[in-house]
């Protein structure tokens, strides 16, 4: 027999399974389950985009592309991005198309990261980061936000965790889980801090097109730290694209030409009818874009109310499509208030601690689901707690 404990890696077999994934393979083998954990945008991918990926289909263009991508896909992220942010970005060498912006992470981290190298990971936020991180031989350093600074990062909160082993930080905004979004005034004094030190940065925003009464700003627009900034988005979210995985990395050319070797060994290319889709993503799609964020919008503020009625306080998020409720009043820990809650009630949500230390206490929701669902989610969670207030009263 095969003693499969000696063959495995041990890094793979420290790194644990997502927070995510398990409630949701619970939910799976469960019947009538309502599940608004995984952030799938329930809008059909528009259909101009859809259209033009047939339209590559009938003519029967299923090959390789180059490495870094589409020429035309490339140009059209570098025009997107001159015009959101006023910086520009040469689709030749300084774009690179990535399979959904999962690889993007992935790429940077290994791209910039030595075993050793220390890697700032602003939390609560998405699942891989630190994973990925730990994966390579880096050391991932959680930055806590917290409620009472609306889970934004402030310069002391970077400063204190800064050592001479810090090579890279994670800035995650608009952020997934909490919805917490930087305004220009936010990220100001982070943008002068870092000027003065060799940290670079991997600015995620890949929600940069879902805010809600304020214009996404990014680091990238700051003095200085186009040079120092490796920026990443993708299709997934806005687009409602998710199954068609393209991301891409906007960075200096000298990080591009390395990253790119492991994109080239690994991976490739990405997929050659979705990049064909995209450029129509980025050249048509702006008012179906602005649709869906108004339903999103209308969703968030429908979850809000709800939850601050129930008295589960809720944070009010300014982008993305996740609430973050607090839901310390009821005595349970995060993850134990997810369980009870699937079983007892059969709706399916995420712990907060699954996004680090400093998101237990609260639970994430999505709102990329109907107005229905969310409705019938929020009396059934009415129902829990109205129980869990009997089993005080009898305590």
């Known amino acids: 027999m095969i003693d499969y404990e000696k063959i495995l890696s041990e890094r793979i077999k420290k790194t644990k399974p997502s927070g995510i994934r398990k409630f949701f393979d619970i939910a799976g083998a ?3 389950v309502i599940s608004l954990g995984v952030g799938e945008p329930d809008f059909s991918t528009p259909w101009v985009i859809r259209d033009a990926a047939i339209k590559v289909l009938e003519r029967k263009q299923i090959i390789y592309g180059p490495n870094k991508g589409l020429a035309p896909l490339r140009e059209a992220i570098s025009t997107r991005i001159k015009s959101k942010h006023g910086v520009e ?3 030749e060498d300084e774009i690179i198309v990535t399979v959904g912006g999962s690889e993007a992470i992935d790429l940077t981290l290994r791209g910039l990261i030595d075993p050793g190298d220390e890697v700032l990971v602003v939390e609560p936020s998405f699942v891989c980061y630190a994973p990925l991180t730990e994966l390579i031989g880096g050391v991932a350093v959680p930055v806590p936000t917290r409620i009472e600074n609306n889970f934004k990062l402030t310069v002391d909160d970077l400063r204190d965790k800064v050592t001479e082993r810090t090579k890279l930080l994670i800035l995650p905004f608009p952020n997934n889980p909490t919805g917490a979004i930087m305004t ?8 002068e801090f870092l000027r003065d030190t060799n940290i670079m940065v991997l600015t995620d925003e890949i929600y940069s097109e879902l805010t809600y009464g304020r214009k996404h700003v990014s680091l990238i627009e700051f003095e200085g730290m186009r040079e120092r900034t490796i920026y990443v988005n993708g299709f997934s ?4 694209m998710t ?3 393209l991301g891409y990395v906007a960075a200096p050319e000298p990080i591009i030409s390395q990253i790119s070797k492991i994109h080239q060994y690994g991976i490739m290319c990405s997929p050659y009818i979705s990049q064909n889709a995209a450029v129509v993503a980025l050249t048509s799609c702006d008012k179906e874009i602005a649709k869906m964020a108004d339903e999103y919008n209308a969703r968030r503020r429908y979850l ?3 939850f601050n009625r129930l008295g589960l306080t809720c944070f009010n998020p300014e982008g993305a499509f996740y609430v973050f409720p ?3 009043s009821t005595g349970m820990n995060s993850e134990e208030f997810c369980e009870r809650l699937l079983y007892e009630e059969k709706v399916a949500v995420v712990p907060g ?3 680090g230390d400093s998101g237990e206490g609260f639970i994430r929701i999505s709102y990329a689901y109907s107005l229905k669902h969310l409705m019938e989610a929020i009396k059934r969670i009415e129902s829990f707690l109205k129980k869990l207030e009997g089993e005080h009263h009898e305590n």
Do not use: N
Not at 185 to 191: G, M, S, T, V
Not at 237 to 240: G, L, P
């Open 237 to 240: 979210k806005a687009y409602a």
């Open 326 to 328: 607090c839901i310390k």
């Open 353 to 355: 601690s699954a996004f």
């Open 184 to 191: 220009r005034e936010d990220l100001q004094p982070i943008a």
């Open 243 to 245: 199954g068609w995985r």
């Open 30 to 32: 469960m019947e009538g």
């Open 304 to 306: 809000v109310g709800e």
């Open 89 to 91: 970005y040469h689709p």
